[in-house]
């Protein structure tokens, strides 16, 4: 079966410390991959997508990478992180369609 | 830039009762897409819709695309507490199935 894993599930971090989520899927080969940030009164905001190994495409200029060092795993890093990183950041693959949502990372930056 | 318009932003009414959310845009849709999603979960899609008209029902939930494909609505029957929720729209844009989403519509069903 095809499912997608996202940890880890909450995450609170001083502002400066590095940052790094991990989002894998099962049971598919190639799949196009993206990573969405969630805000209050925002809506689902797309960051990066990548159609394969070592292509990520930014779609917002930000305090945020992304990689893709495996064909089923897609990473979300930062450096240094800010206040205004704080937020429920979803990995997602494209399924016929639609999307497939891992089930999120709930980030506070204090 | 393409926008998706969905209101009401907060609906809350009583168990039993009937609802519609909606869903629009300025530009016609290639397809769309409505999700529900769950506090501290990610969305899971319900439906997509694809041809102007289009009718599907899923159980109390029934989605209509409008023949313009313009705009899009979710009207429920009998609402169950079961039924609370985030319910997004959602419409693809340019290429490599990138997703825009809408700001949703939360939904409370007071048992």
């Known amino acids: 079966s095809q499912t997608i894993h996202q940890w880890p599930a909450t995450l609170v971090q001083p502002v400066g410390s590095p940052l790094s989520l991990e989002c894998t899927v099962e049971g598919t080969s190639n799949p196009n991959l993206y990573w969405y940030r969630q805000a209050a009164g925002r809506g689902l905001q797309l960051l990066f997508y990548?159609?394969?190994?070592?292509?990520i495409s930014s779609e917002v200029p930000q305090n945020l990478s992304a990689s893709r060092p495996q064909d089923r795993q897609f990473i979300l890093s930062s450096k240094k992180l800010l206040l205004s990183d704080s937020g429920f950041y979803l990995c997602?693959?494209?399924?016929?369609?639609?999307?497939?949502f891992g089930s999120g990372t709930r980030l506070t930056v204090v | 830039t393409q926008l998706l318009e969905q209101s009401p932003q907060f609906l809350s009414i009583q168990e039993g009762e009937n609802l519609t959310v909606y869903c629009n845009s300025s530009?016609?849709?290639?397809?769309l897409q409505w999700y529900r999603q769950e506090p501290g979960e990610g969305p899971v899609l319900l439906v997509t819709v694809v041809t102007g008209g289009e009718v599907k029902k899923l159980k109390r939930l029934t989605f209509q695309f409008g023949d313009a494909r313009k705009d899009s609505s979710l009207h429920i029957t009998a609402a169950q507490p079961g039924d609370t929720g985030l319910y997004l729209c959602?419409?693809?844009?340019?290429?490599?199935?990138?997703?825009?989403f809408g700001k949703g519509t939360r939904l409370h069903i007071l048992p």
């Open positions: 530009s016609v849709f290639s397809s």
């Open positions: 997602a693959w494209s399924v016929v369609g639609g999307y497939t």
């Open positions: 959602a419409s693809p844009r340019g290429r490599d199935d990138k997703i825009i």
């Open positions: 990548s159609v394969g190994i070592g292509q």
